[in-house]
């Protein structure tokens, strides 16, 4: 028998191998506990809409071409870096880290992202481009900084 995971934890699932139909006898080493136990009838038919969701989900992304998929995750990728490039102040750090992942899955996979493949490229050198126009404006506004401080302690010298 083969299992399938929930978030409520895995499920038992009658994979038509025509195995016996007599379960082994309850807490027999090579039988897993069964993960339902001791929910009521209303959870257990809720874990097994989610089972039935999560497997109507599955086959979905199945039936997806993987460039479709990689694309969506790339994409996903770019907003991560956008947002930590829109912080106040701008996480850098974590920005590159979403950008070079991101130009990892676009210049690693090239000839391979499907129709999409150009569209993955624009984003990833405009994402590439705002980069380093943030991280210019940082460095700007930390030597203005700097020098206001000297300032402050040059004028304190007097």
Do not use: C
């Amino acid at each position: 028998m083969s299992t399938l995971w929930t978030p409520g934890g895995e499920v038992p699932v009658d994979d038509g191998r025509g195995r016996s139909a007599t379960p082994p006898p309850q807490g027999s080493a090579d039988q897993p506990e069964d993960p339902l136990a001791g929910l009521s009838d209303e959870e257990r038919a809720q874990a097994e809409e989610l089972a039935q969701q999560l497997a109507e989900a599955r086959e979905q992304i199945a039936q997806t071409p993987a460039s479709v998929v990689v694309g969506n995750h790339a994409m996903g990728l770019y907003e991560l870096g956008a947002i930590h490039l829109s912080q106040q102040p701008p996480n850098l750090d974590e920005a590159r880290l979403a950008i070079d992942a991101l130009g990892a899955l676009v210049d690693g996979l090239e000839g391979r992202l499907g129709e999409h493949e150009a569209t993955l490229k624009d984003a990833l050198h405009q994402i590439r481009m705002a980069f380093v126009q943030v991280s210019r404006l940082v460095e700007g506004s930390d030597d203005e900084a700097g020098d206001e401080a000297g300032e402050a302690e040059g004028s304190s010298e007097e």
